[in-house]
């Protein structure tokens, strides 16, 4: 059952055909089984899984169930929960237990849906490829010699190895779309501010946003409709009526114009990518959309924008672990200089501290002006071609990634060529916008293919709905790695 649509596992689970407890055993047996290849998880959580398992089949029974009640799922271990390891793929929390559950934790909890355990993730969420963990590198499971994509990778490939249906994520730069593509499923990216970051450990504060993966359109939009909400608690939470993201679903694309930014089909594309994405727009044309060519003149500059702004963010936001109040402290030093700095220096690993370093440099004295200040100017103006030209069109289409899933190892020694991974993606998070990946096709060495869809603000619903019906229409989907 685990390898079938939310709406089919709820389906048995309503109809007694199999339960929770069953489910979520199936889902820790494939974990054994298959995470040993894939690297995907970095804490299984059997014991709390079985209880909250049994818990959901207490609902099941006394007809009180949600829509996720009884459905296995994983975190992206940047979610705090209670009791339970959160280490942020980073040495400097490989030893702390949170004392509470993150906003998005507890509306999960709520709904009934079963937590199996944490996902491996670049540490602190920076990397595109999910080789930056403390607890080792994820594997794409459709070739184990090649990356998941980052940061969210472990979420991915737990999903595309059918481990686990649904699974969170986050995405400051592109790490739900990103992954998805590299997997082969689908993810989504909501408008900033759409769920919450209460509990989601900090990289860049004004680009992270929580999201969805699953293998579907119609999968996501179930899961956000459970993640999304107002918190009190959260300054950047959005004050919205709650939203069923489902109700698109079935809304025909006829009259729907999607928009292909010129920019994005220029160069840099692999030709193989090219042309998964190339007939996944001649088929949202056959399904009844217009396409219509749009500008974003300013996008070649959200990678340059993105590279002052984040590593700004997270060097005020990394400032706290210190080793004094929790997470990893050097065991010997001289003083408390001493210690702060032989921690600091243990406990974060290479990317982090290329960020941090880069970060404190744009923000410090004599810099701001030229580097902190010029970046925020161009976020605004990359926000503003956005809206530009969805005064021309519904939906923008594109590619998530200029090529498929690149070798373990192969851009490591060169940091630039990795940013450059997320070359389609960024602009997205500067501008606070929704978007997400869905499966496309095939591309060199049969790796996946995703097409990445950008709305406007709050309109998830029209962009789970867009991909649903192109979904429905073909069966990329519904393919999985050979081995799960």
């Known amino acids: 059952m685990i390898d079938s649509s939310l709406k089919d596992i709820a389906a048995a689970l309503r109809a007694k055909t ?11 047996a494939r974990i054994e089984a298959g995470n040993p290849k894939v690297n995907a998880f970095i804490t299984v959580d059997r014991e709390g899984a ?33 009791g339970v390891l959160t280490t942020c793929g980073s040495k400097m929390l490989s030893n702390f237990t949170s004392p509470y559950d993150a906003h998005v934790v507890s509306l999960l909890k709520a709904a009934g849906a079963v937590m199996v355990g ?70 989504i990216k909501p408008t900033y501010g759409t769920v919450s970051r209460y509990g989601m450990i900090a990289y860049a504060s004004s680009l992270d946003q929580g999201g969805a993966f699953g293998y579907s359109a119609e999968d996501c939009a179930l899961l956000l409709s459970a993640m999304a909400g107002h918190d009190p608690r959260d300054s950047t939470s959005l004050e919205r009526a ?10 025909p694309l006829a009259g729907l114009r999607v928009g292909l930014p010129k920019e994005f089909f ?32 300013n996008a070649r500059l959200a990678i340059p924008a993105y ?25 010997e030093y001289t003083d408390l200089m001493d210690m702060y700095c032989k921690s600091r220096a243990q406990g ?3 990317e982090v501290k290329r960020r941090i370093l880069m970060g404190t440099y744009v923000l410090s004295h004599g810099y701001y002006d030229a580097y902190y200040i010029k970046a925020q100017k161009l976020r605004r103006l990359i926000a503003n071609d956005f809206q530009a030209a969805f ?37 997205v998070n500067l501008a606070g916008l929704p978007a997400l990946s869905h499966p496309a096709g095939f591309g060199a060495g049969g790796l996946p293919v995703g097409l990445q869809l950008i709305g406007n603000y709050f309109g998830e619903a029209r962009l789970l709905g867009a991909a649903h019906q192109f979904q429905r229409a073909t069966d990329w989907h519904t393919r999985k790695p050979a081995g799960f």
């Open 307 to 331: 590279y002052v702004i984040a590593p700004a963010e997270a060097s005020s936001n990394l400032s706290r672990f210190d080793g004094v109040r929790y997470g990893h402290r050097a065991a």
């Open 266 to 297: 220029a160069e840099g594309m692999s030709d193989d990518v090219r042309a998964a994405v190339d007939a996944a727009i001649a088929e949202y044309r056959k399904l009844g959309a217009s396409i219509v060519e749009v500008s974003l003149p």
């Open 118 to 187: 944490k996902t491996n993730m670049d540490e602190f969420a920076m990397g595109s490829s999910n080789e930056n963990s403390h607890f080792g590198p994820t594997r794409n499971p459709w070739n184990t010699d090649t990356v998941p994509g980052g940061s969210s990778g472990g979420s991915a490939a737990a999903v595309a190895a059918r481990l686990v249906p649904i699974a969170t994520g986050t995405d400051t730069g592109g790490s739900i779309r990103q992954p998805a593509s590299l997997c082969g499923i689908t993810g």
């Open 391 to 427: 005064a021309q069109c519904d939906l923008i289409a594109g590619p998530v990634s200029p090529t498929v899933a690149f070798g373990i190892g192969e851009k490591s020694d060169d940091p630039v060529q990795m940013y450059l991974s997320d070359i389609y993606t960024i602009a």
């Open 242 to 251: 709650a939203e069923d993201y489902t109700s698109a679903l079935d809304k």
């Open 50 to 82: 079985l209880a909250a398992a049994q818990a959901a089949d207490a609902r099941l029974a006394a007809g009180s169930a949600a829509p996720l009640t009884g459905i296995p799922m994983a975190h992206k271990d940047v979610f705090c929960t209670e």
């Open 348 to 350: 974060f690993g290479a």
């Open 18 to 28: 199999v339960s929770a407890v069953e489910l979520a055993t199936d889902s820790l």
